[in-house]
C-alpha cells in the first residue's frame, strides 16, 4: 500500500457511484465533466490545460513500475492543480469503466466549450460544421481528423449526439483536448453565418459541383456535413456558398460521414496549403 491517495475498493462507495454516473448524459450535463480513459488521454488533457477533477488509477499499477512512476508523475501536476487521487481495486475500475478489462488510468475531467463568439478564423481558416450528428464513434473520428487536419474547431449544429459520451471520447483519440469545440442552434448558426468571413462549403448527396472543382483556397472555410440519415436539411442547403459531391462509383449511395469530412477536409486543406505531403 503507498498510503499517498486515497484508496477505494468497494463498488458501492458514494464517489465511485457519482463517478459511474458520468455514463448518463444528464448527469454529465449537470457536473459538466466526462471521463477520459487512459494514461495517454488523461496526460493530454493535463498537458493542454483542461480541469481534471479526479484522476483514478489501478491499485495493480503497484506491480509494474515504469507506468506507476508515470502516473505518480501525473498524479502529482493533478493535486498541484486541485484534484483528487483515489487508487482503486480493478473490480472498482471495470465498473466505472464498464470494461471487463479497463484501462488502468480514468480522470474526470471538467468539459469545455468554445462560446460562440470565438467561432471565427484561426490558425489555419478552416472550421468543420457538423448538422445534428447522431453518432457518438462518429463525432469522435471526426474530430479526430478534424485534428490530424489541422482545422481550427469543429461546430455542432442542433440535437447532438454528446461529444463528451464515453465512446465519442474514445474515437477521439485524444483529439478531444487539442479541438475546440462549439455548439450553435439552428437558428444561431444561421445568424452567426452573416459575419463568417469566409465561404461555407455544404456537402450533400444532389451537390452540384465536384469536390475538387471548388476553389479553397484565400478565404476562410467553414466545411458543413448533414446529418447521417437525413442530410443536409434546406435551411442549411440554402446558406451554402457552394454544394459539394464526392463523385462515387459502386453501388453505395453515400459514405459514411465521418469518411466523407475526411475526404473534403484533406482536399480542402490540400488546395489552401497545396499540401503535398512534402516536408523540409
Ligand atoms: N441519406 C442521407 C442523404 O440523403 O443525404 C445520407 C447522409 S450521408 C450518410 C451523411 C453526410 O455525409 C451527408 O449529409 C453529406 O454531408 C456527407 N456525404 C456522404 N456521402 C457524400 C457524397 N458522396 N458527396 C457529398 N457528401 C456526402
Not at 498537458?47 to 498524479?75: N, Y
Not at 462560446?115 to 471565427?120: A, E, G, L, S, T
Not at 469530412?261 to 497545396?274: P, Q, S
Request: aromatic share 4%; net charge neutral.
Amino acid at each position: 500500500m503507498s498510503g499517498k491517495y486515497k484508496e477505494i475498493t468497494s463498488t458501492a462507495n458514494p464517489v465511485i457511484k457519482q463517478i459511474r454516473a458520468l455514463a448518463l448524459k444528464k448527469n454529465r450535463d449537470l457536473n459538466q465533466t466526462f471521463m477520459a480513459e487512459g494514461l495517454k488521454l488523461v496526460s493530454d488533457a493535463v498537458e493542454k490545460g483542461w480541469d481534471v477533477k479526479t484522476l483514478i488509477f489501478g491499485k495493480s499499477l503497484d506491480g509494474e513500475k515504469e507506468l506507476k512512476q508515470r502516473v505518480d508523475a501525473l498524479a502529482a501536476k493533478v493535486l498541484v492543480k486541485g484534484g483528487d487521487i483515489l487508487e482503486v481495486s480493478n473490480k472498482v475500475l471495470s465498473t466505472i469503466t464498464k470494461r471487463d478489462n479497463p484501462q488502468m488510468v480514468v480522470g474526470v475531467i471538467r468539459q469545455k466549450w468554445l462560446p460562440n463568439d470565438q467561432v471565427k478564423p484561426g490558425r489555419n481558416g478552416f472550421w468543420i460544421a457538423l448538422d445534428r450528428v447522431r453518432d457518438p464513434g462518429n463525432l469522435g473520428t471526426i474530430i479526430r481528423t478534424a485534428d490530424a487536419v489541422g482545422a481550427d474547431g469543429v461546430l455542432l449544429i442542433g440535437q447532438v449526439t454528446d461529444a463528451f459520451a464515453i465512446e465519442a471520447v474514445r474515437a477521439t483519440m485524444g483529439s478531444i483536448f487539442h479541438i475546440p469545440l462549439a455548439h450553435m442552434e439552428l437558428a444561431q448558426f444561421l445568424q452567426w453565418k452573416q459575419n463568417w468571413p469566409g465561404i461555407v462549403v455544404g456537402t450533400h448527396l444532389n451537390g452540384a459541383v465536384d469536390h475538387r472543382a471548388i476553389d479553397y483556397q484565400n478565404k476562410p472555410v467553414m466545411l458543413l456535413m448533414g446529418n447521417e440519415q437525413q442530410g443536409l436539411p434546406d435551411e442549411l442547403a440554402e446558406i451554402c456558398d457552394h454544394l459539394a459531391l464526392i463523385a462515387m462509383d459502386g453501388a453505395a449511395d453515400s459514405l459514411n460521414l465521418a469518411i466523407a469530412t475526411g475526404v473534403m477536409a484533406f482536399e480542402i486543406r490540400r488546395h489552401a496549403l497545396k499540401l503535398d505531403g512534402a516536408h523540409d
